[in-house]
């Protein structure tokens, strides 16, 4: 049977999955992502080193990338990766050539949607938003029962809305990004910042706070740690302002969160709709979207990516290369 490999290159880490015909992962392998001021050929090494731990020898039919930056229309570049070290890159033909095997090419988030939206919890719902939180935020559009990727294929980039004028500087070079007050480095920094303050499980860390992680953060706060709380009600709070913005802006019938970050669940949630629904207009004489966390958890980025390479790459040939930009774009529903 020939193997379709979704791969989701993200700020900490890399992801190679399996995936079989019905989204099920069957394997997976997993590296650190090198960082975003390093040559590019050593994100390629690792996302290399993933692929053929997942291949081993059997013959891979196609690769599907899911990349956390600005991925062209036509699915051969990534234009920019504030968390990464591609700008400009020619990713899709470079890696094909150095796997000798088809490869396709989205943004993550878009990915990630597709996923929920053939396999998960977007369902049904013909307009969706789906927002991927982890080191930083990536987001999605689902119009219509598809993947909604705009002109110039970058639709859905709302971790670099700026939420707060001169705010805190971004890796995207503004200031005041929305990935700065709600996702999983903003999660961190406002950890380390409370350490001392008020006693906390994470007290031990104090003397080197670089100690501290997400799941750490996680962790602490499931086990009602004050610091850790404190740090998920402002993560969530700023999650809220934004999706209501956006909720305000496209009128979804379902919010889904995903990423990392999700695993936290109703931790980042609650505090999210809550948030949410104070800051919408007209929530009062609306149907507001109900904020549901991913059915596909973290894995959802590397689902979507194996599913475009079995939609574009199945049929084989220039059958498959006239179906592209048509796959690219929709997730057929099963």
């Known amino acids: 049977m020939a193997l379709f490999i979704g791969v989701d290159i993200g700020g900490t880490k890399v992801l190679a999955t399996a995936v079989s015909s019905s989204g099920r992962v069957l394997r997976t392998a997993r590296r650190t992502t090198p960082g975003r ?37 036509q699915g051969e570049r990534v234009r ?9 890159e020619g990713v899709r033909a470079r890696l094909s050539e150095r796997w000798s095997a088809p490869v396709v090419l989205d943004n993550d988030a878009n990915c990630a949607a597709r996923a929920e939206l053939t396999y998960g919890a977007v369902g049904a719902a013909g307009d969706a938003l789906v927002v991927t939180m982890g080191t930083g935020i990536g987001g999605a559009l689902v119009l219509e029962g598809a993947v909604h990727r705009g002109y110039n294929g970058m ?11 001169d705010g805190r500087p971004c890796e995207c070079g503004g200031n005041g990004c929305w990935e700065q007050y709600s996702s999983g480095n903003a999660l961190v920094r406002l950890t380390r910042d409370r350490l001392g303050r008020e006693p906390s499980l994470l007290d031990a860390t104090a003397g080197d706070p670089e100690r501290i992680t997400g799941p ?12 850790a709380l404190a ?17 305000a802006a496209f009128d979804p019938e379902i919010v889904v969160v995903g990423g990392g970050l999700s695993g936290a669940g109703d931790l980042l949630l609650e505090p999210a709709r809550v948030a949410m629904r104070a800051s919408l207009v007209g929530a009062a004489h609306r149907t507001v979207p109900p904020v549901v966390r991913a059915a596909l958890g973290p894995e959802a980025g590397a689902i979507g990516a194996a599913d475009l390479a079995r939609q574009t790459f199945r049929l084989g040939g220039s059958r ?6 048509a796959a690219r774009g929709t997730a057929p529903r099963r």
């Open 155 to 165: 639709a859905g980039e709302f971790g670099h809305m700026q939420v707060v004028p």
């Open 37 to 73: 001021r390093v040559e590019a050929r050593l994100v390629e090494d690792a996302l290399t080193e993933a692929v053929e731990e997942i291949a081993g020898s059997r013959r891979v039919r196609a690769i599907g990338i899911a990349a956390a930056g600005f991925v062209d229309a």
């Open 216 to 227: 750490m953060v996680t962790e602490a706060a499931a086990a009602g740690d004050p610091v």
């Open 320 to 325: 498959a290369r006239a179906r592209l930009r």
């Open 80 to 88: 920019f990766a504030p968390h990464l070290p591609w700008r400009d």
């Open 231 to 247: 740090a998920f009600a402002s993560v969530g709070e700023w999650l809220g302002i934004g999706l209501a913005n956006l909720v």
